[in-house]
Each structure stands twice: as structure tokens, then as C-alpha cells.
């Protein structure tokens, strides 16, 4: 009995390393968002063209922790906004073999030659009126436009800015809720917009863009900020509520980019490799490059 | 005058101050209570759709969250075109987390409670117990942050892990968070054993050691066995640090060295963009009505054992 606690610790420590395998294995480990981010939704709706994500992809919250944990591992891959890629190496995505490389770069996600971009959202019930259409008016304006530029993200071609009439305010206090992915780029906004009108206060919180909805069904928000556009049955419960569809206004644009450790040799990645890499039917980089070949 | 003036202004102030007061701090306490209840109310309502709706029926029954899937496997994977809803990743990644912190930290938590209250003298021991008592004061973000920067890497460069996050980093944060909870239960078990015994034991020709380990000990075990408890009901509720330093891959492995998904983590994860009112947001809220039944049977076993144990010793039985 007395030797048994001390026993077993030692034990499992000399069998720890039995677990972990060798150190030249190349497997490729995985990262990803968390099943319910805008992101993650985009990923599997574009790249794996909706199959399922393998079990062993890990998610972490959050793109600064993907970005984080994908520094400090040379066999990992990632994907995240491109509005925080920092100590990783940005991969050029190929749309297919035979087309060309793209780093996700500011014109050629605008310009829709990067196959993985998407569109940010504000979502309201009603069409936006009084100081919430001035706020929507000047986030797509060219100040509002700015800012989103300056925190990363990428403003709208200009033929694709809804027209907001910006009327004038009449209600002292804008709320904002939702994406997690959008919070800082809201804050901004809000920042800027007060600065410039000291009459209007706008609050901006996070929460997840499920939760920005919820909030505008129930009326406890007057925009829901989302990174992905509505599902159906948040549509239909709008729909029951309202009696109509809620209003879509694409505020910003967004890369999606892939990234690994910075001293991975890989040049490009297909969207197809990517596909096989993040369903699990290529699971190490030797593989990868045969297959690529 | 023979009466001490506090005494007399206590008597000149009128009774109804008095009366009001114990009614305020009366009902604070009750309202706590409500509090708990109505969490439950609302985490149960959100759950309760899980056995009654039809809507959420034909997308997940909690009978098939237990069976496996058609073509045999076990996938957690909410968000899909045919949502898949398997509890084993997560009962295995739940339990290999909460094992691995059990055996670094009961084993840790022990040995120092025998140290601070067989061996250590008075003043060492009144800084010992405060300090590692401290560490149920560090935010679990804290530990979660230091699991997942230092530890991972640590660990990674020392065994070579495959996967940079796995149960043992998680489990070795999390066994930060167990171990002053089972310290100070343990401790204080062990501090209740009547000092009769040791005298009894050491008169016998016993060794300090003998007599902690063979007497005190034994003496103490339903106290250190509801400490064992208590840290269970902590690690097996525990969010932050596992969320950080899990890597939440829900895979069907009991390799420790292996990413795991466990039931707070997912919950913490998933909750903040789950679709409002979807099968997915029900079956959330039914993983979180069972944690809380768990982790409240746990605890309310754990109290009610250290309560006992405490009565027997100080003789009132």
C-alpha cells in the first residue's frame, strides 16, 4: 500500500513518451474554428463543400489562437480571418490545379479572384430608419469603409454598397450585437461614428453571431452583426415574429486565409488539398506532395 | 456607573433596526438559494425539449445520442448536413481529462495535506496551507493560458507529442484547480483525527511517518475520500481550462496524449453561435442539465460526507 502512489506517477511517465510516437513523423495536425463561428461555417460550406470536418481537426476559439498554436507547431495547418495573420506563413490558395495562385490580398479578395472570400453582415428587422439608417449609411460610406480597412478587414466594391438613406437621428442609443469575428471592427465603428456624432451613442457587443440573432428576434438589439448570412430556420423565425424577411446589408469583406508554421516548405494549396486535408483523406505533408503530383 | 457605555448605546437603539437586519441578511441567503433554483429552472426549460419536442425528435432523441451512428461510428459533429450527435467522444474526452488531473493532483493534494498537518511545524504550516490554498484564487483562464503556452510546449519538447494539445497538458492544468480544493478538505480531515491517536500510535513505538501513514491516514479516509470527491466534481465541471488547452477535437481515443472534446468545453464553444431555438441549442443546454446534476450530486455527496466525518470526530454521534 505505501509504495503504490508513488509508483504509479513514475510508471506513467516512462510510458508517456510510448504515446506520443517519434519526432520525424510528418501527420499532419489539424486547426480550426469552432463549429458554430461564421468561419467555420464558410469553410465547410466553400472548401469541403459542406462534407463533414474530420474528428481530429482540433478547434480552438477564436483565430488568434489558431494563428497562436499553428506558430508553435511545424506540422500544422490553419484558417482564419485575415485580419489577424501575424508569425504565420499566409499560403496562396489555387482555386483547381490548372488555375492560378492567390495570396488573399485586398484586391484580389474585392475583386473576387481569391476563391475564399466572404461578405460581413448587418442584419436589422426593419429597414434601417432614424439614427440606426444614419450609422448603417455612414459604416458603408467612405469613412466607415476606412476603418474597416484600417482594422484589417476589407472595405465593399462600391456597386455592391446597399443604398442607406441616412436620416437623421432620432433616437439617442444605437445597440449592436453578435459575430465574435466582427466586435473589434464594430467598436471601431462606433468609436469613429461618435467621434464624429457626439449625439449618438452606439454599444457593440460580441457574443457570437447566433446570440446577435437571437437578441434581434427578441428585440434586444437594433443591428445583429454576423459573419455568415442567416440560416433558414432563423429566416422562418424572423419571418413568424415579423411577418417578414429581415433586411441583409453586406458591410464589409472578409479573406478567409490558410496558413502553417514558417517553416513549412509547402508553395500553394488547392482548394481541393484542402478538402483532403481538413475531411481527413490525407492525414501527412509526404502524402500531400505525392498527391499534389 | 458599572455598565460599559457600548453597552448601552447596543440597548438604546430600537429593536426594529435589529429585526430588519436579520430579515435583510436572512433573505440575501435565500436569495442565493433562488438563484441557484432558478438557473436550474431555465437551464431544465431549454433542456426539457429534448425529451418532449417532436420538432428536435426528428433531428436527435437522447437515445441516439447514445447509439452509434449507421455506419458504426461515434462522431460529435452539430453542424453538418445530417447533424451527427454522438456523447461517447465526449464522455471519453470528459473522463480521460478529469483521470489525468485526478492522478497528478489526488496523489499531490495528499501527500502535502499529510505534510502540512502531520509534519510541518506550526509556522511553516501557517504559511504552507494559505499558499497553496491561494491557488483556488487564480482564474482558470490564468491556469488555461499557462497550460497552453507553457506546459504544451514543455511537454511537446520533452516527449514529442504529436498533438501540441492533448489530455495531459489539459489534465495537468486542471490539476491545478483540483489540488486546493482536495488540500483543504484532505487537510482538514486529517487535522480532525483526535491527537489521541498519534499519541496512542507513537507510544507504541511507531515512527511519525508509521503513524501518519498507517493511523492517521486510515482515520481520515472518508474526509480524504470526500476531497477525492469534491476534486472530481471540480475537474469534470471545469471550462475554461480545458476550452484553452483541450484542442476540442472530439476523436474516439483514450490516448492521453491525443486532442479530446469534453461536455463543458463544448458547451462554452458552440453555445455562443448555435442557431436560437435549434435541436443543436437544445441538446447544449440538455449536456449542460446533466453537468449540473452531476456536478451537484458530486458535490452535495462531498459536503454531506465532510459533514458527517466531521460530526463522528468531534463526537456528536
Redesign the interface.
Known amino acids: 500500500m505505501e509504495k503504490r502512489p508513488i509508483s504509479v506517477p513514475i510508471l506513467a511517465l516512462l510510458l508517456l513518451p510510448g504515446c506520443g510516437g517519434n519526432s520525424s513523423d510528418d501527420t499532419i495536425i489539424i486547426y480550426g474554428r469552432e463549429n458554430n463561428s461564421g468561419t467555420y461555417m464558410y469553410f465547410k460550406e466553400h472548401v469541403l463543400n459542406k462534407a463533414d470536418f474530420a474528428p481530429n481537426v482540433q478547434t480552438l476559439p477564436g483565430t488568434a489562437a489558431v494563428i497562436n498554436a499553428v506558430s508553435r507547431d511545424r506540422r500544422s495547418i490553419g484558417y482564419g480571418g485575415i485580419g489577424y495573420v501575424k508569425g504565420v506563413r499566409t499560403i496562396p490558395v489555387k482555386k483547381d490545379d490548372a488555375s492560378p495562385a492567390v495570396e488573399p490580398s485586398l484586391e484580389n479578395v474585392v475583386n473576387g479572384s481569391y476563391p475564399i472570400g466572404r461578405d460581413l453582415y448587418f442584419y436589422t428587422i426593419q429597414e434601417p430608419q432614424g439614427a440606426v439608417g444614419h450609422f448603417a449609411g455612414w459604416v458603408l460610406g467612405e469613412e466607415g469603409q476606412e476603418v474597416c480597412q484600417k482594422v484589417g478587414y476589407y472595405p465593399l466594391p462600391r456597386e455592391r454598397r446597399s443604398q442607406v438613406k441616412p436620416a437623421g437621428p432620432e433616437k439617442k442609443t444605437i445597440t449592436i450585437k453578435g459575430s465574435d469575428t466582427m466586435v473589434i471592427l464594430g467598436q471601431r465603428w462606433a468609436e469613429h461614428y461618435m467621434a464624429k456624432f457626439p449625439g449618438t451613442v452606439v454599444q457593440v457587443t460580441g457574443g457570437g453571431s447566433g446570440t446577435g440573432i437571437a437578441a434581434l428576434i427578441n428585440g434586444a438589439t437594433d443591428i445583429c452583426q454576423s459573419s455568415r448570412p442567416l440560416g433558414e430556420k432563423e429566416r422562418a423565425q424572423i419571418k413568424a415574429k415579423f411577418g417578414k424577411e429581415p433586411v441583409e446589408i453586406p458591410v464589409a469583406m472578409d479573406g478567409v486565409a490558410v496558413f502553417v508554421h514558417e517553416s513549412n516548405p509547402i508553395k500553394t494549396i488547392t482548394l481541393g488539398e484542402l478538402k483532403s486535408i481538413y475531411t481527413g483523406k490525407v492525414t501527412t505533408w509526404r502524402a500531400l506532395g505525392s498527391a499534389a503530383k | 456607573m458599572d455598565r460599559p457605555p457600548s453597552d448601552l448605546l447596543l440597548r438604546a437603539k430600537p429593536r426594529i433596526l435589529e429585526t430588519l437586519l436579520e430579515t435583510a441578511v436572512r433573505a440575501s441567503a435565500f436569495l442565493v438559494i433562488l438563484f441557484l433554483v432558478l438557473i436550474f429552472v431555465f437551464v431544465g426549460k431549454e433542456a426539457l425539449p429534448m425529451l418532449t419536442s417532436s420538432d428536435v425528435h426528428q433531428e436527435v432523441t437522447p437515445w441516439t445520442m447514445t447509439r452509434s451512428l449507421e455506419d458504426g461510428g461515434f ?7 445530417k447533424p ?1 450527435y454522438s456523447l461517447a ?1 465526449l464522455v471519453i474526452g470528459t473522463l480521460k481529462v478529469t483521470l489525468v488531473a485526478l ?2 493532483g489526488i ?1 499531490l493534494a ?2 502535502a495535506a499529510i505534510f502540512t498537518s502531520e509534519f510541518a511545524p506550526q509556522q511553516l504550516r501557517e504559511i504552507v496551507k494559505p499558499a497553496i490554498e491561494l491557488l483556488a484564487g487564480v482564474p482558470s483562464v490564468v491556469i488555461g493560458f499557462f497550460a ?2 507553457v506546459v ?2 514543455w511537454l511537446q519538447d520533452a ?7 492533448n489530455a ?1 497538458t489539459a489534465g495537468i492544468g486542471l490539476s491545478l484547480a483540483v489540488i486546493p480544493i482536495v488540500f483543504t478538505v484532505a487537510e482538514d480531515a486529517l487535522s480532525a483525527v483526535p491527537q489521541a491517536f498519534r499519541d496512542g500510535s507513537l507510544a507504541l513505538g511507531a515512527n511519525r511517518w508509521q503513524t501518519a ?1 498507517r493511523v492517521v491516514l486510515p482515520a481520515a479516509m472518508p474526509g480524504v475520500f470526500a476531497a477525492c470527491v469534491l476534486g472530481f466534481g471540480r475537474a469534470i465541471g471545469e471550462t475554461m481550462i480545458v ?2 488547452a483541450s ?6 481515443s483514450w ?5 479530446f472534446r469534453s461536455f463543458s468545453a463544448t458547451i ?11 435541436a443543436h441549442y437544445h441538446v447544449l443546454f440538455f449536456i449542460g442539465a446533466f453537468l449540473f446534476v452531476v456536478t451537484f450530486l458530486l458535490n452535495l455527496a462531498g459536503h454531506w460526507y465532510v459533514s458527517r466525518l466531521r460530526a463522528r470526530l468531534e463526537g456528536k454521534r
Open positions: 462522431v460529435w459533429q452539430p453542424v453538418a448536413e451527427k467522444p492522478i497528478i496523489p495528499i501527500l497552453l503556452m504544451a510546449t516527449f514529442g507529442f504529436i498533438f501540441r494539445l495531459i501513514w476550452l484553452m484542442g476540442n477535437a472530439a476523436m474516439m490516448n492521453p496524449a491525443e486532442s462554452a464553444a458552440e453555445l455562443g453561435e448555435v442557431v436560437y431555438g435549434s
